[in-house]
């Protein structure tokens, strides 16, 4: 505030002087916030308490809440910082801050899946498709819009190569492959599984020899001889 002196002596002469007085910062008093705990992600903010100040200066006080400008990060957790600021009649400020942390959501954890296929089949995996031993990550997004990864570990597996044999019988006879009996020419092939659970080919080739004619012979012999 000002204080202005009139002065003036016996002679006539008068003179005017301005004094500006302004009150020290110690004489504005603020109080200080209390203590706000860390909040879970999904939490609301806490509502912003109301300060109280006073000053010497003798004239009304204001203050006025605030709160800084933040970056809303479920997945890594921010920090929120409250501010007060109270000026009085004198242009005296007194500025106090509390802060508090928004602790990070709970991360979805890393998936694995194991996978075994065999040449020449393929497995999807979240909308791609793989053919080749590997191992294969996908990025995903968990509820709370936060990554977390889905990994494929990809085996395939070599087929084992298909077997043939070939075999003849005769006529009249018959053979046993792999749990069927075959009496006629042909080619036949049995599906088995190796040991990986890949299907292979066991394939017979079968001949069966033609019956032999029959053989017709006129002898004539005197009675007491043999033939």
Same mark, same amino acid.
């Given at each position: 505030y000002e204080v202005i002196y009139n002065i003036s002596d016996d002679c006539g002469n008068n003179d005017e002087c301005t004094q500006v007085v302004r009150i020290a910062n110690d004489g504005l008093v603020l109080a200080d916030p209390q203590?706000? =705990?860390d909040?879970?992600?999904?939490?609301a903010l806490p509502v912003q308490e109301n300060l109280v100040a006073n000053s010497a200066c003798g004239v009304q006080v204001s203050v006025a809440p605030s709160v800084d400008q933040f970056e809303e990060d479920v997945c890594e957790g921010y920090r929120v910082t409250y501010r007060w600021v =109270? %000026?009085?009649g004198c242009d005296n400020t007194v500025e106090r801050t509390m802060s508090f942390n928004v602790l990070p959501c709970d991360r979805t954890a890393d998936n694995t899946t194991t996978e075994e296929v065999c040449s020449g089949e393929s497995i999807e995996f979240f909308g791609e498709t793989y053919s080749a031993t590997g191992t294969y990550t996908s990025v995903q997004l968990d509820a709370n819009g936060c990554e977390y990864n889905e990994v494929l570990i990809l085996t395939v597996f070599d087929r084992t190569a298909d077997n043939t044999i070939t075999e003849e019988i005769c006529f009249g006879e018959s @053979?046993? @492959?792999f749990g069927e009996t075959y009496s006629a020419t042909g080619t036949y092939s049995s599906e088995q599984l190796d040991d990986n659970g890949c299907i292979y080919n066991e394939v017979l080739n079968l001949t069966v020899l033609p019956k032999p004619a029959t053989? %017709?012979?006129t002898a004539t012999i005197c009675s007491g001889e043999s033939y």
């Open positions: 203590p706000i =705990a909040i879970s992600c999904n939490a =109270a %000026t009085d @053979f046993e @492959f053989v %017709t012979e």
